[in-house]
């Protein structure tokens, strides 16, 4: 329900980072909406991307992502 996730090129440049904290009773804690706007106000391209979540006992998941428009 707290962690901090990051979005990254397949390069490896960091897109977007953004702080998910709800609480565990709502029932849409393990869900974040993201915007698709980048950390530089644009929107992101079509394209393969990396996401970390990193909880706030330091524990991190990875994968990957596809946007297609």
Do not use: A, F
Request: charged share 30%.
């Amino acid at each position: 329900p707290k962690c901090m996730i990051t979005i990254y090129t397949i390069d490896g440049d960091r897109v977007r980072s953004m702080r998910h904290d709800t609480e565990p009773s709502d029932p849409t804690h393990k869900r974040h909406r993201w915007s698709l706007i980048n950390r530089n106000n644009q929107l992101v391209q079509t394209g393969l991307y990396y996401w970390t979540v990193e909880s706030d006992d330091g524990e991190v998941q990875m994968g990957k992502l596809v946007i297609l428009r």
